[in-house]
Protein backbone atom coordinates (compact mmCIF):
# COMPACT_ATOMS: atom_id res chain seq x y z
CA UNK A 1 0.00 0.00 0.00
CA UNK A 2 2.89 2.55 0.67
CA UNK A 3 4.46 1.65 -2.22
CA UNK A 4 1.92 2.52 -4.39
CA UNK A 5 0.95 5.93 -2.68
CA UNK A 6 4.74 6.80 -3.23
CA UNK A 7 4.35 5.98 -7.06
CA UNK A 8 1.39 8.01 -6.99
CA UNK A 9 3.36 11.33 -5.59
CA UNK A 10 5.96 10.41 -8.27
CA UNK A 11 3.92 10.59 -11.01
CA UNK A 12 2.48 13.34 -9.47
CA UNK A 13 5.86 15.39 -9.18
CA UNK A 14 7.53 14.15 -12.14
CA UNK A 15 5.22 14.35 -15.03
CA UNK A 16 5.05 18.54 -14.77
CA UNK A 17 8.59 18.67 -14.03
CA UNK A 18 9.20 16.61 -17.25
CA UNK A 19 7.23 18.91 -19.30
CA UNK A 20 9.06 22.08 -17.80
CA UNK A 21 12.37 20.54 -18.66
CA UNK A 22 11.06 20.40 -21.96
CA UNK A 23 10.14 23.55 -22.45
CA UNK A 24 13.03 24.55 -21.36
CA UNK A 25 15.07 22.73 -23.94
CA UNK A 26 12.90 23.49 -26.71
CA UNK A 27 11.90 26.88 -26.41
CA UNK A 28 15.19 28.29 -26.63
CA UNK A 29 15.68 26.14 -30.19
CA UNK A 30 12.58 27.77 -31.60
CA UNK A 31 13.75 30.77 -30.60
CA UNK A 32 17.06 30.76 -32.91
CA UNK A 33 15.41 29.47 -35.86
CA UNK A 34 12.89 32.11 -35.73
CA UNK A 35 15.50 34.99 -35.39
CA UNK A 36 17.52 32.97 -38.58
CA UNK A 37 14.61 32.73 -40.97
CA UNK A 38 15.42 33.80 -44.66
CA UNK A 39 14.18 36.47 -45.53
CA UNK A 40 14.19 38.47 -42.25
CA UNK A 41 15.61 42.28 -42.66
CA UNK A 42 18.71 42.72 -40.84
CA UNK A 43 18.88 45.59 -38.11
CA UNK A 44 19.30 48.71 -40.25
CA UNK A 45 23.23 49.51 -40.08
CA UNK A 46 22.95 53.11 -38.81
CA UNK A 47 21.28 50.86 -35.61
CA UNK A 48 22.68 52.18 -32.02
CA UNK A 49 25.04 48.99 -30.54
CA UNK A 50 25.27 48.31 -26.73
CA UNK A 51 27.16 50.91 -24.95
CA UNK A 52 30.54 49.44 -24.57
CA UNK A 53 32.18 48.41 -21.53
CA UNK A 54 34.92 50.50 -21.66
CA UNK A 55 32.11 53.18 -21.97
CA UNK A 56 30.61 51.78 -19.34
CA UNK A 57 32.98 52.06 -16.59
CA UNK A 58 33.10 55.67 -17.12
CA UNK A 59 29.25 56.16 -16.76
CA UNK A 60 26.63 56.40 -13.29
CA UNK A 61 24.66 53.66 -13.54
CA UNK A 62 21.59 56.49 -13.54
CA UNK A 63 22.74 57.28 -16.82
CA UNK A 64 23.56 54.15 -18.29
CA UNK A 65 19.73 52.94 -18.12
CA UNK A 66 18.79 56.97 -19.20
CA UNK A 67 20.21 55.84 -22.47
CA UNK A 68 18.90 52.83 -22.70
CA UNK A 69 15.25 54.38 -21.94
CA UNK A 70 15.98 56.88 -24.72
CA UNK A 71 16.72 54.48 -27.19
CA UNK A 72 14.29 51.87 -26.47
CA UNK A 73 16.55 48.99 -25.15
CA UNK A 74 16.19 46.58 -22.62
CA UNK A 75 14.31 47.03 -20.23
CA UNK A 76 12.67 49.79 -21.86
CA UNK A 77 11.70 47.80 -24.80
CA UNK A 78 8.37 46.61 -22.84
CA UNK A 79 5.87 48.26 -20.18
CA UNK A 80 8.08 48.67 -17.43
CA UNK A 81 7.74 50.72 -13.90
CA UNK A 82 11.12 51.30 -13.38
CA UNK A 83 12.66 54.55 -14.12
CA UNK A 84 16.08 55.58 -13.93
CA UNK A 85 16.04 58.62 -11.74
CA UNK A 86 17.68 61.15 -13.89
CA UNK A 87 16.26 64.57 -14.60
CA UNK A 88 16.11 65.96 -17.95
CA UNK A 89 14.98 68.80 -18.99
CA UNK A 90 12.53 69.46 -22.06
CA UNK A 91 15.79 70.22 -24.34
CA UNK A 92 16.56 66.43 -23.36
CA UNK A 93 19.61 67.74 -21.88
CA UNK A 94 20.78 66.52 -18.20
CA UNK A 95 23.29 68.37 -15.98
CA UNK A 96 26.55 65.98 -15.12
CA UNK A 97 29.30 66.04 -13.15
CA UNK A 98 32.77 65.25 -15.29
CA UNK A 99 35.48 63.74 -13.19
CA UNK A 100 38.67 64.39 -15.86
CA UNK A 101 41.65 66.40 -16.87
CA UNK A 102 40.40 69.92 -17.77
CA UNK A 103 41.65 70.51 -20.49
CA UNK A 104 40.64 73.64 -23.97
CA UNK A 105 40.17 70.48 -25.86
CA UNK A 106 37.68 69.02 -23.45
CA UNK A 107 35.71 71.95 -22.82
CA UNK A 108 35.35 72.41 -26.50
CA UNK A 109 34.44 69.14 -27.46
CA UNK A 110 31.10 69.62 -24.71
CA UNK A 111 30.35 72.98 -26.44
CA UNK A 112 30.48 71.37 -29.73
CA UNK A 113 28.17 68.01 -29.07
CA UNK A 114 25.30 70.86 -27.84
CA UNK A 115 26.38 71.73 -24.23
CA UNK A 116 26.87 74.51 -22.12
CA UNK A 117 30.05 74.46 -19.25
CA UNK A 118 28.24 75.74 -16.11
CA UNK A 119 31.66 75.19 -13.95
CA UNK A 120 34.92 73.79 -14.33
CA UNK A 121 38.02 73.51 -11.64
CA UNK A 122 41.11 72.58 -13.12
CA UNK A 123 43.11 71.72 -9.65
CA UNK A 124 39.88 69.24 -8.88
CA UNK A 125 39.66 67.58 -12.39
CA UNK A 126 35.83 68.57 -12.21
CA UNK A 127 33.29 69.87 -14.64
CA UNK A 128 30.14 70.77 -14.09
CA UNK A 129 27.94 71.11 -17.02
CA UNK A 130 24.59 70.43 -19.32
CA UNK A 131 24.88 68.23 -22.25
CA UNK A 132 22.13 66.78 -24.18
CA UNK A 133 21.84 62.88 -22.95
CA UNK A 134 22.48 61.43 -26.27
CA UNK A 135 26.12 62.61 -26.18
CA UNK A 136 26.93 61.54 -22.60
CA UNK A 137 28.15 58.15 -24.16
CA UNK A 138 30.37 60.36 -26.45
CA UNK A 139 32.20 62.48 -23.57
CA UNK A 140 32.54 58.95 -21.86
CA UNK A 141 34.83 57.55 -24.65
CA UNK A 142 37.03 60.59 -24.49
CA UNK A 143 40.28 59.69 -22.59
CA UNK A 144 41.06 62.96 -20.36
CA UNK A 145 37.21 61.48 -18.88
CA UNK A 146 37.89 59.05 -15.95
CA UNK A 147 34.08 59.29 -15.06
CA UNK A 148 30.36 61.05 -15.74
CA UNK A 149 27.92 61.42 -13.32
CA UNK A 150 24.39 63.15 -12.78
CA UNK A 151 25.45 66.33 -11.38
CA UNK A 152 24.82 66.30 -7.45
CA UNK A 153 21.83 67.76 -6.03
CA UNK A 154 22.32 69.99 -2.89
CA UNK A 155 21.05 68.63 0.48
CA UNK A 156 20.29 70.53 3.50
CA UNK A 157 20.37 69.32 7.13
CA UNK A 158 17.35 71.50 7.93
CA UNK A 159 14.80 68.90 8.13
CA UNK A 160 11.51 71.85 8.90
CA UNK A 161 12.20 73.61 5.73
CA UNK A 162 11.52 70.67 3.62
CA UNK A 163 8.52 70.05 6.01
CA UNK A 164 7.23 73.65 5.02
CA UNK A 165 8.56 74.88 8.61
CA UNK A 166 9.12 78.25 10.17
CA UNK A 167 12.83 78.83 9.67
CA UNK A 168 12.85 82.28 11.04
CA UNK A 169 15.04 82.54 14.66
CA UNK A 170 12.58 81.78 18.01
CA UNK A 171 10.42 84.83 19.14
CA UNK A 172 12.27 86.17 22.45
CA UNK A 173 9.37 86.33 24.30
CA UNK A 174 8.88 82.81 23.73
CA UNK A 175 12.34 81.53 24.08
CA UNK A 176 13.15 79.88 27.41
CA UNK A 177 15.18 82.43 29.66
CA UNK A 178 18.79 81.16 29.89
CA UNK A 179 20.08 79.29 33.32
CA UNK A 180 21.54 80.48 35.87
CA UNK A 181 24.34 79.35 37.49
CA UNK A 182 25.48 79.32 41.09
CA UNK A 183 28.73 78.78 42.81
Do not use: Y
Not at 40 to 45: L, V
Not at 115 to 139: D, K
Amino acid sequence: MDMKVFSRALHQIAIPWTGVVLCALILPACAKTEDTRVGDTPPPADAKKEISPVVQQKLDSHLIMGLKKSRGEPPFDRPTLFDPDLPVDAEGKVTVDLTAKVTPGLLEQIRSSGGEVISHFEAMNAVRARVPLVQVETLAALPEVRFISPAARATTNAPAAAAGGNLSPPDSSTSTPPAKHEN
